[in-house]
């Protein structure tokens, strides 16, 4: 257990409205991540953070911010959501092992956006 | 073409039987490879690391192939609980972290 929560854990939306979603962690882990996962495709990176307030973009992060402003709760915010950002997201830690840098996910949100 | 690819299955095997996932990779730079299970509407969980000399882990066994580029995953001795969706990794480093590249996975259906 990585001891990492998400919440909301289900979320249904309108086109338009705003939308956080909270990552947080209890172990002081530095690196945090947000994925999305859809159906044929693999998870595929948003955002991910490097410490507190040190973030950077991944492959998928057009329509979404970040922000960490402590080290525990890495927030993703969809500033206007719209239908093709209905997914599963995920957030995730890293920490240091042999075969380099492991990822733990935390449950998940389940985001519907009408 | 995908960076990781993987046959997506479903491989239904009986109990007891043993199973082996390829997955092959594009980038020659790849530096980390791992192997994670998700159960369905679940959160992938680690299931191995995968390091260059090939390493077991009770009935799991993972091998790398640099040379080729792919990855495998034998499971012997197939159980029910085993049943689940095998996603294929591989870590390249760019900016500040590892960057995970996931697979889009392969479905096992374990059956009585």
């Known amino acids: 257990d990585a001891g990492i929560t998400q919440s909301p854990r289900h979320k249904v939306t309108e086109t338009g409205t705003p939308v956080t979603l909270r990552c947080h962690q209890t172990?002081?882990?530095?690196?945090m991540y947000w994925y999305r996962q859809d159906p044929g495709h693999g998870l595929r990176l948003i955002h991910y953070?490097?410490?507190?307030?040190?973030?950077d973009k991944g492959e998928v992060s057009d329509g979404y911010s970040v922000s960490r402003s402590k080290t525990e709760d890495f927030l993703l915010t969809l500033e206007s959501a719209t239908s093709s950002q209905t997914s599963v997201y995920f957030c995730a830690i890293s920490v240091v092992a042999g075969a380099g840098n492991e990822q733990f996910f935390g449950p998940g949100t389940r985001l519907t956006v009408l | 073409r995908k960076e990781v690819e993987q046959d997506p299955g479903p491989f239904n095997v009986p109990e007891g039987a043993t199973v082996a996932f390829n997955c092959t990779y594009s980038n020659s730079a790849s530096q980390s490879f791992f192997w994670y299970r998700q159960d369905c509407r679940k959160e992938p969980k680690l299931l191995m690391s995968v390091y260059s000399s090939g390493n077991e882990d009770g009935r799991f066994t993972a091998q790398l192939n640099r040379a080729s580029q792919y990855i495998s995953l034998l499971i012997r001795d197939s159980k029910l609980s085993d049943s689940a969706t095998y996603l294929c990794v591989v870590g390249n480093y760019g900016g500040a972290t590892n960057k995970l590249i996931f697979g889009t996975g392969t479905l096992l259906a374990v059956q009585p």
């Open positions: 172990e002081n882990h530095r690196y």
């Open positions: 953070s490097y410490g507190v307030k040190d973030t």
